[in-house]
């Protein structure tokens, strides 16, 4: 089983994992291969805070932004937005 995160940003458990995964702690989402996400999951880090969303709409409707490793076409977006 795999913990989704809805729109609303409450938990709910799903037997798939969804399209990208997040931190809750950063509240950060990217792509499930992010080579950054997979780095800390193999040093034995990340696990335990890891979440997933439906898809992105999802993961910015509860408040998390994307990484800017995996996702660097959405971070600048959002960065910029941030600065506006």
């Given at each position: 089983?795999?913990?989704?995160?809805?729109?609303?940003?409450?938990?709910y458990?799903?037997?798939?994992?969804?399209?990208?995964?997040?931190?809750?702690?950063?509240?950060?989402?990217?792509?499930?291969?992010?080579?950054?996400?997979?780095?800390?999951?193999?040093?034995?880090?990340?696990?335990?805070?890891?979440?997933?969303?439906?898809?992105?709409?999802?993961?910015?409707?509860?408040?998390?932004?994307?990484?800017?490793?995996?996702?660097?076409?959405?971070?600048?977006?959002?960065k910029?937005?941030?600065?506006s």
């Amino acid at each position: 089983m795999y913990t989704l995160i809805g729109a609303d940003g409450h938990r709910y458990s799903s037997e798939a994992p969804g399209r990208l995964g997040g931190h809750r702690r950063t509240k950060i989402y990217g792509r499930l291969d992010c080579p950054s996400a997979l780095r800390t999951i193999a040093r034995g880090g990340y696990v335990a805070h890891r979440i997933f969303f439906l898809d992105e709409a999802t993961a910015i409707s509860a408040g998390y932004r994307p990484c800017a490793v995996c996702m660097p076409g959405e971070y600048a977006v959002w960065k910029a937005g941030r600065s506006s």
